[in-house]
């Protein structure tokens, strides 16, 4: 409760500093809006559904990318940890395009596939896909080698071993690949939609893109601000208490 409180106090005083500059006028208004003109342009948008609907549009982006990203990150980190040749080929271009920023993946998505949502799906899963890989070869390749070894004593071999001692001696790196997956699948989707605009479904970075093309800075404050609340409630609801039972499971819990 009093980390919460001490975080609601932080985030009132930003805002109160925000209203001040906005009330000095300082810069003009159209480049610094009031917090009531942002709230304001979100309560319209709540209203008339538009922000909901456009959330909707592209979690299902960010998702359907992002468990891909997964379902194709974490058994060639397996492979790569285990395999010699994965490590030398696999490995190394992960490193490379791990440091890639999303932003680049954009043009070439859109030269194969189009304005279409093959195109977003494309660029969710090279920002996810990297970071998992590289997170799982690190954790499979920090598992104790005691814990493989007293697992082949008591008959564990091939799969098993895998499944039952090696993922979940590395479940700690796995977490911390997810969410940083996760953060990387966000800005590369951003990315994605403001630059993909005809498509059937309008997303929050049209609504940026938008914003900035009608100068409404109240618009693009507004659905930052929706971004990072989506956000800190992935982290909060979703990595945090894993990584928090992962601490308590393996005995480091602060």
Known sequence: MKRTLTAIGFICVLIAAWHWVAEAKIWSPVLVPAPASVALYLWEVLQDGSLWSSTIVTMKRLLAGYFIGLAAGIPLGFLTARVQAMRDTLGVVALGLQGLPSVCWVPLALLWFGQTEGAMLFVVVMG???SVILAT?????????IYIRAAHTMGSHGLHTWVWVML???LPFIVSGMKQGWAFAWRSLMAAEIYVTIL????LGHLLHY????????Q??????VVICIGLAADKLLFSPWEKLLHRRWGTEK
């Open 137 to 145: 070869e690190t954790g499979v390749r920090n598992v104790n080698p």
């Open 168 to 170: 979940p001696a590395s």
């Open 211 to 218: 914003g900035r093309e009608l100068n409404a800075m109240e």
């Open 220 to 225: 693009v404050v507004g659905i930052m601000l």
């Open 200 to 203: 059937t479904g309008f997303g």
């Open 128 to 130: 996810t896909l990297w």
